[in-house]
């Protein structure tokens, strides 16, 4: 008998299919119908992936240069800015500054002062990921941090 071969696009990925095929003379053996079918990938270990266009009335999204967003993500253009509150003394937003971002002193009562006085400020300039981990880290010490691409 003759094995039967049809395409399934994949859920989540219009651009994606994996073909499937039917063997009849096995469905014979296990009674089930022709129509069941196998996954080559699991059965056989190899998967039959290819590219197809877009379905009509779909739209694609533009190419994204994966390099671009890397370089974005991992250059050091993201500030970790500090904003006042009126609950933390400032002897602790001292201490939280030495402690977190590893500050002198000095440095720190200044960017206390500044937030004090200004609102705000920027107490960090790092990569995306590290930055994401100063915010968290600040505001575990109940401090209201943000950042932003600078």
Known sequence: MEQVESVMGIPGNS???????????ASEKENLSPRSAQYDGILNGDALWHSTAAKPGTET???????EKLKEAFSRGWSVIVWNDPVNLMDYVVYVFKA???????DASRHMWEVHQKGKSAVARETREKSELIVHRLRGFGLNATMEQA
């Open 100 to 106: 977190v971002l590893k500050m002198n002193e000095q």
């Open 15 to 25: 651009n994606k299919v994996l073909r499937l095929r039917s063997d009849p003379a």
């Open 61 to 67: 999204s533009p190419d994204v240069d994966v390099e």
